[in-house]
């Protein structure tokens, strides 16, 4: 979103009637400002020259039928959020819509105030936890083939052939400094919300249901539901404990197989709270902890910023759970 938490959306609608009337809902909404065109390219030249954080594609352009306007604008503008705009009968299609990249689709006869600003929320929401999930990939399996360079380069040095030992000498110390950069930016993730946080609450409960909420389309996918016993409030950073709580949730959905529950316990003691999540991993699967890579170190590194702990536990039918020790907020005795 931009400053002061105005979303700058990108309307592309043909119908002048239609045009006004979501445009002035969207003024009502009080969080949006909106630039209007009328066709696909208007809308692709827009984007070139603009920054938006939201564009709401209609579905039936001049010059774009049906889901080819969704394509354009995905494959154009991969940094904006895409809610493609229905007809009253054209669920499906806006079911593909999402399919091919836009984060929701709204239908024009649910078009109020409040459903627009719910569906451009939304939309940036998980479109940005998608690029998150991707970055941490993008690191994950960047680190995975650096190793393995570094591991191919360690033992062609051991090749009697003289010439080639400077070069490789080189490119392993390249490769070993990519290593170290990468671990870095890593690590100095954690001072942005663990330094200089501790003192601050969170409802464990609250943040679990928000991560339910933005994870839904992946639980969608997936059939999968998450099942949350009562939780407490822990000293943590709000912020910093959703997107553990993301990562770690999003590392089990991928593990579960369809039909079945994630779920997770809270032991209290006195000074601290036992998190666990049990993972329903399918028969034969890669640990939890396989590939977690980054990611996890990441979440390791907020969590002992909290003055807390992460760890894995193979469980005696074979199934993973992971478990996060917080300490508690004091109870509240006024």
């Not at 009637?17 to 002035?24: N, Q, V, W």
């Not at 078009?111 to 600003?117: E, G, H, K, V």
């Not at 949350?228 to 590392?251: K, S």
């Not at 991993?281 to 907020?302: I, K, N, Q, Y």
Request: proline share 4%; glycine share 6%.
């Amino acid at each position: 979103m931009g400053r002061r938490g105005v979303v700058h959306v990108l309307l592309v609608e043909d119908s002048p009637s239609d045009a006004a009337l979501c445009g002035a809902r969207l003024e009502e909404s009080g969080i949006a400002e909106t630039v209007v065109v009328g066709d696909l390219a208007s809308a692709l030249a827009a984007l070139k020259a603009h920054r938006f954080d939201c564009a709401l594609v209609d579905l039936h352009l001049p010059d774009a039928h049906g889901l080819q306007a969704i394509g354009r604008v995905v494959e154009a503008a991969p940094d904006v959020a895409v809610v493609a705009l229905t007809r009253f009968d054209s669920d499906d299609l806006g079911r593909q819509a999402v399919r091919l990249g836009a984060q929701d689709y709204l239908g024009k006869d649910d078009a109020t105030t409040n459903r627009i600003r719910q569906a451009l929320v939304f939309a940036i929401e998980r479109h940005e936890l998608r690029a998150h999930d991707l970055r941490g990939e993008v690191s994950e399996t960047l680190q995975m083939l650096l190793e393995e360079l570094a591991d191919q380069v360690a033992r062609a040095r051991t090749l009697p052939v003289v010439d080639l030992r400077s070069p490789l000498e080189m490119v392993a110390n390249l490769v070993q400094h990519a290593l170290e950069e990468l671990q870095s930016t890593t690590s100095q993730r954690v001072p942005h919300h663990a330094a200089g946080q501790m003192g601050q609450t969170a409802d464990l409960g609250e943040v679990l249901a928000t991560a339910t909420r933005l994870l839904s389309p992946l639980l969608a996918d997936r059939a999968v539901t998450i099942d949350v016993g009562a939780m407490p409030v822990v000293l943590a950073d709000p912020q910093g404990l959703l997107e553990v709580t993301l990562h770690l949730l999003r590392h089990a959905l991928r593990r579960s197989p369809p039909d079945t529950s994630v779920q997770i316990t809270s032991t209290t003691h006195e000074l601290s709270a036992v998190i666990e999540i049990h993972v329903h991993e399918a028969p034969r699967t890669t640990p939890l902890v396989t590939g977690a890579g980054a990611s996890l170190e990441f979440c390791e590194h907020m969590v002992a910023g909290w003055g807390g702990e992460l760890w894995t536990r193979t469980q005696t039918d074979g199934r993973t759970a992971i478990l996060v020790r917080l300490p508690c907020a004091a109870p509240d005795r006024s």
